[in-house]
């Protein structure tokens, strides 16, 4: 089983800044992509950023220059760097990976989510 943990959110003003951490743990054999998601209230989860293991990334439109996701394979733990941060930003925001785990089978693995409030 694999386990996601994060940490990092909380409440911070508009243009503020956060870091988010995501530790993978349990009996992982390889990780490929990690990445962060988020879903704002009565709106659908939506991807933020990921990374491949080789350190490809891919952002959505609105965080492009103000968000940088970065991560240590040697630690399975994935990074959310979040800068001038704007009200919109605010949800609670999930990490992904996908796994190869004691099942031999390649999974997606979800963390619990951690909630940001971008607010003044």
């Known amino acids: 089983q694999v386990q996601l943990v994060e940490s990092g959110g909380g409440l911070v003003q508009p243009g503020g800044s956060l870091r988010l951490s995501c530790a993978a743990s349990g009996s992982i054999f390889s990780i490929n992509a990690m990445g962060w998601y988020r879903q704002a209230p009565g709106k659908q989860r939506e991807l933020v950023a990921d990374i491949t293991s080789g350190g490809s990334t891919n952002y959505a439109d609105s965080v492009k220059g103000r968000f940088t996701i970065s991560r240590d394979n040697a630690k399975n733990t994935v990074y959310l760097q979040m800068n001038s941060l704007k009200p919109e930003d605010t949800a609670v925001y999930y990490c992904?990976?996908?796994?190869?785990?004691?099942?031999?089978?390649?999974?997606?693995?979800w963390g619990q989510g951690t909630q940001v409030t971008v607010s003044s």
């Open positions: 992904h990976a996908a796994a190869l785990g004691v099942t031999m089978t390649w999974r997606d693995y």
